[in-house]
């Protein structure tokens, strides 16, 4: 792989949500997570939330088992989770924060007003052998807290960028640009994702210092009309017309 391609990191959250809508086994996310690494995927994101909405323990734990790429655990900055994330060190935690009323992350971790918690609880994740990712806004502040935790890298929400257009758009754009180029300069990973989409996914390649896009419910939806490994190659050629342009 090329020291400059953008790993693909596939959310299969919501093949669950379709699963739990009607119970039963089907459609079985771990089984859209292996054809997500038939296609290419570099990695499966999944998100344990506290009500269980989508993914449940029992999918966590037939992943671990079943991928033989990277599992990236998005999981909210609780005791529990903390306990499941020791017990099965997937390759990474993503903190994020979560709501139990909010239909998706509205937005990133505050890792200022939370710095004196997330502290200790990075440091046992670290500990347990589990590498450190925080779900948070383009702000340089956060960013800066991020790297003061002792997080090995953090993946910047692209929820703004993606919902705007025009003028503010590409000021958006800037927010990402410029909060990537400060995680290059302090030696922090950086990685992007929520909202990205077809339309939008290019621009955000274009910025060099981003490492990986974890994508999952734009994909999961663009599979009922082409399927999943057709719409992750498309994603992927599209990622890298955009890099081909840093």
Do not use: W
């Amino acid at each position: 792989m090329s020291e400059n391609k953008i790993r693909l990191g596939v959310n299969i959250d919501h093949v669950a949500t379709v699963r739990n809508a009607r119970g039963g086994f089907h459609p079985d996310p771990v089984r859209a997570a292996l054809l997500a690494e038939k296609a290419g995927a570099d990695g499966i994101t999944a998100h344990l939330r506290e009500d269980r909405r989508h993914i449940k323990d029992s999918d966590i734990e037939r992943l671990m088992q079943s991928i033989s790429i990277p599992l990236n655990f998005e999981m909210a900055a609780t005791e529990e989770m903390l306990n499941i994330a020791t017990r099965l060190k997937p390759a990474s935690a993503c903190i994020v924060p979560e709501k139990r009323e909010e239909l998706t992350t509205e937005g990133g971790l505050d890792v200022i007003g939370g710095y004196d918690h997330l502290k200790p609880f990075i440091a046992k994740l670290t500990q347990a052998g589990v590498s450190v990712s925080l779900f948070i806004d383009p702000d340089l502040k956060q960013i800066q807290a991020s790297k003061d935790l002792g997080a090995d890298k953090i993946e910047l929400h692209t929820g703004s960028y993606v919902d705007a257009s025009g003028e503010n758009q590409l000021a958006e754009l800037e927010r990402l640009r410029a909060g990537a180029r400060l995680s290059g300069e302090i030696d922090l990973e950086v990685h992007a994702g929520h909202g990205l989409d077809y339309d939008t996914v290019a621009a955000v390649a274009e910025i060099p210092e981003f490492t990986e896009f974890n994508i999952g419910h734009f994909l999961i939806g663009e599979a009922i009309f082409t399927g999943l490994e057709a719409s992750i190659a498309h994603m992927r050629t599209l990622m890298n017309k955009g890099r081909e342009n840093c």
